[in-house]
């Protein structure tokens, strides 16, 4: 029940943001924690790769959380009515969004780090310094990867049912297909074919591609794969329609 | 005793109407454990001594926590947010009998997880199903639905009384997940937590429902883990009978029964 | 007029603080009286009103006495049973319905709420189907009794709670604000159902904001303000109250406050009250002096700006607003 999790979260977090750091501190290393040290230990039992493989996976997928924040904002824009004076107004759009996403962007870039140091801190994942520049770069691709989905879900949230329920579907999904848990190659052929359309996929693969030691230049072709399916979801859903 | 065994009942049945259409339910009981179910079984399948019932079983377990933990946190809050629980307090019914019938509706709702995860294995993956002991999982099945349903009860007073405790409740999903070797073996974990963990009813709930579905656990061993199971689930509903009370007492101290 | 001598209801001094904290870094603890030392005694068979503005503790009353909430002194008691120490005993015997939609299961018809609110009053399981008929005949809702409460207009969802209240026959009901935001129809129908159950017997406490509802409906009626009686006794008791006052209804166009002042200022002007609408207001005065008091008044106001004038007798809410000196 991520959902409720989220929600509790967020409420928490408007409630203490000013008042203490520490609750909010340890709800995000908890978030991360759980996930992570939950899929990594399943993934260590069942022996199918080995562990550093389900620590950046995952480590990327918590990626996936900004997406509850960014469609929760554009729902509750529409939901005021406000998304249409947005748009209408004369300014550019894109920078209107982006401007609005930074906030989630850092926090979505929190939420990794904060999952990647538990990754190397309780789990001893080994991170090369070369490397580090190359994870930092997937992180935010992955990010803004994520945001573009997250303003799909707030638009087809609109017609469809709640955005925290299709968000946590949406989760599930990217999870599942972006080859975070399950190498690509292990899913039939029709669904690897699909997961090559999730936004998070590339990034997992590049940030395993960099903790692995290859150079930064090895994993760019696939962070701009991501990258542009991320501009294409922004462009679409910032459009006028 | 009888006319409170009937008030339950009732107040399951009325639940369950009430839960039936409920989306974050449906969400605990069918999408999640779709997930968990699917991805788990891809990663653990790879185990020479791979047993399909092994995921069935810590899928369903996953999602049975799951629902009771967010029914069961949110059930006193849901009836004041109906604005029904100044109507329960103020009758002359047990509350805690109220509550606990309700939250035993949301139970049986919660059985769908394992319907649907015998679904994933059978289905989705083609695997037969083998049960060692039939009779014994169905045992172990219903203790353990008892203990993590005391579980909820627990929560339930726990998260109108403390709410920062409440909110962190919410968050026990994936970690309780972890402990209780639902998916893998506590042993895994760092030594210092295997003790923690046999704290929690989840734990024997799965330590009993593997070991009968696997055959793993002779009648002695699953003896123990029954015996524990109702230990920990009882002593989580006595301490939750005491909390009740004092919610109560205490609303009608400060004036909270309302929504305001 | 009381039906019978053996009091239903006793209130004795209760108090009832509230805590509230305010401020978000500071926190700073107040208290609220919501009750302060209020004393009351409602006879057997009685249909007793309670009045007051909001925030005068009626609420807090009903929820004494209803056991649920605990007073921070006195004792309060319903038929001779204590409602802190007995509460489970009190609880049995009476019934409540505190005004608006909310405290139903939305998802349930509104037979099947019934249904379920007898099992909560231990209703014998035989006697469950044929009482909820009776009452959902009673409240007007046999036709829709299988649809779901959350299409009931609100007027229907509140007949329901008084259907739902009147499952285990209650000795004694609390009806706080009933009528509340209840079209008139829908408002009238429920008070009609309200004598119907007083001239049955039971014993009613009945809180309401509308004068007339309390005089048309109540035995006796409780003023009360800042969580104290101010005044206890029949209609005519109140109106008696009053019975030197006249009320002259001035209708005037876009009046500002320091006129209003200047009326309440003149020695023959008891008290003033201005009612808005939409771009008149009418301006209720007080007055000893009836209809001398007609040329000073318009004359007090700037001529011209006066249109329809009335005077008339004091009814019972003037008594009411001579008592609490305002309305809401």
């Given at each position: 029940m991520r959902l409720f999790t989220v929600t509790a979260f967020y409420s928490f977090r408007a409630l203490f943001r000013w008042l203490s750091p520490m609750p909010y501190l340890c709800f995000r290393a908890l978030f991360p924690l759980a996930q992570l040290g939950f899929f990594a230990l399943i993934g260590t039992y069942g022996g199918g790769q080995p562990l550093s493989f389900y620590l950046v996976g995952n480590a990327i997928g918590?990626?996936?959380?900004?997406a509850f924040g960014v469609s929760q904002a554009v729902a509750d824009e529409r939901q005021q009515g406000t998304l249409s004076y947005l748009l209408a107004a004369p300014a550019p759009r894109v920078p209107i969004f982006f401007g609005r996403a930074a906030l989630h962007v850092a926090d979505g870039m929190i939420n990794m780090i904060a999952a990647l140091a538990i990754a190397v801190m309780v789990f001893g994942l080994r991170v090369p310094v070369d490397g580090i520049v190359g994870v930092v770069v997937a992180m935010l691709v992955a990010t803004i990867a994520i945001c573009g989905v997250g303003l799909l879900l707030g638009a087809v949230a609109y017609i469809v049912l709640d955005t925290a329920v299709l968000a946590n579907f949406a989760m599930f999904i990217i999870l599942l297909l972006s080859g975070a848990n399950v190498p690509l190659a292990e899913l039939p052929g029709v669904v690897a074919a699909i997961a090559q359309g999730i936004p998070l996929t590339r990034s997992v693969a590049a940030a395993r591609l960099y903790v692995g030691g290859a150079s930064f230049d090895a994993g760019i072709g696939l962070l701009l794969g991501d990258l542009a399916l991320g501009a294409f979801q922004l462009a679409r859903n910032t459009s006028p329609t | 005793m009888t006319a409170a065994l009937r008030l339950a009942r009732q107040s399951a049945w009325v639940n369950f109407q009430e839960v039936a259409v409920n989306g974050f339910l449906l969400f605990a009981v069918v999408w999640q454990p779709l997930f968990v179910g699917v991805t788990t079984m891809y990663m653990l399948?790879?185990?020479?001594?791979?047993?399909?019932m092994y995921v069935v079983v810590g899928t369903a377990l996953s999602g049975i926590w799951s629902t009771l933990l967010f029914a069961g946190s949110g059930a006193i809050s849901h009836e004041r947010w109906t604005g029904t629980l100044e109507l329960l307090a103020a009758s002359p019914a047990s509350f805690f009998v109220v509550i606990g019938g309700k939250l035993a509706g949301t139970t049986i709702f919660s059985l769908g997880s394992l319907v649907l995860a015998f679904g994933i294995g059978?289905?989705?993956?083609?695997y037969p199903v083998k049960i060692a002991e039939p009779g014994w999982l169905a045992v172990s099945l219903l203790l353990a639905v008892v203990a993590l349903w005391a579980t909820g009860m627990f929560f339930a007073p726990l998260a109108i009384l403390w709410r920062t405790v409440g909110r962190f409740l919410l968050v026990l999903e994936y970690p309780v997940f972890a402990l209780s070797g639902f998916l893998f073996p506590v042993l895994l974990l760092p030594n210092w937590i295997v003790p923690i963990t046999n704290l929690l009813p989840p734990y024997w709930a799965a330590v009993a429902m593997h070991g009968a579905a696997s055959g793993d656990l002779d009648l002695s061993g699953l003896l123990r883990a029954w015996f524990f199971l109702l230990l920990t689930g009882g002593v989580l509903l006595v301490i939750a009978s005491r909390l009740f009370v004092e919610v109560l007492t205490r609303a009608r101290r400060a004036g909270t029964l309302a929504l305001s | 007029m009381l039906r019978d001598s053996v009091g239903a209801i006793e209130l004795r001094d209760v108090r009832r603080l509230f805590r509230t904290t305010t401020g978000t870094l500071r926190r700073h603890a107040k208290e609220i009286v919501a009750l302060d030392g209020l004393s009351l005694e409602v006879g057997e068979g009685e249909l007793f009103g309670i009045l007051g503005p909001n925030g005068a503790g009626k609420t807090t009353t009903i929820k004494v006495l209803t056991t649920l909430l605990i007073p921070t002194s006195g004792t309060a008691s319903v038929l001779g049973l204590d409602?802190?120490?007995?509460a489970k005993e009190v609880r049995r015997k009476i019934g409540f319905v505190f005004g608006g939609e909310r405290g139903l299961y939305y998802r349930l018809s509104g037979r099947d709420n019934l249904r379920y609110f007898a099992e909560l009053y231990a209703v014998p399981p035989r006697e469950i189907p044929p009482r909820v008929e009776e009452l959902l005949e009673l409240v007007g809702l046999r036709d829709r009794g299988d649809e779901r409460v959350e299409g009931y207009s609100r007027g229907m969802k509140q007949r329901l709670h008084l259907a739902r209240t009147l499952l285990h026959r209650p000795r004694v009901l609390f009806l706080d604000?009933?009528?509340?935001?209840?079209?008139p129809i829908g408002a009238r129908e429920l008070r009609r159902i309200v004598s119907q159950l007083h001239e049955g017997g039971a014993t009613i406490v009945l809180t309401t904001h509308y004068l007339f509802e309390a005089d048309e409906l109540c035995d006796r009626i409780a003023v009360i303000d800042k969580g104290r009686v101010v005044a206890l006794g029949t209609p005519d008791d109140l109106k008696a109250n009053v019975s030197d006052l006249s009320v002259v209804e001035l209708e005037v166009f876009g009046i500002d406050a320091s006129t209003v002042e200047r009326l309440r200022a003149l020695?023959?002007?008891d008290s003033v009250v201005v009612e808005q609408r939409e771009l008149r207001q009418v301006l209720r005065i007080q007055t000893r002096i009836a209809e001398r008091a007609v040329a000073p008044l318009i004359a007090a106001v700037a001529a011209g700006q006066v249109g329809r004038v009335a005077v008339r007798e004091a009814t019972l809410e003037d008594a009411y607003v001579r008592l609490v000196g305002r309305v809401e």
């Open positions: 918590t990626a996936t959380l900004t | 399948r790879h185990r020479a001594d791979f047993d399909p059978t289905v989705l993956f083609g | 409602v802190v120490r007995d604000e009933p009528t509340i935001g209840l079209d020695e023959f002007v």
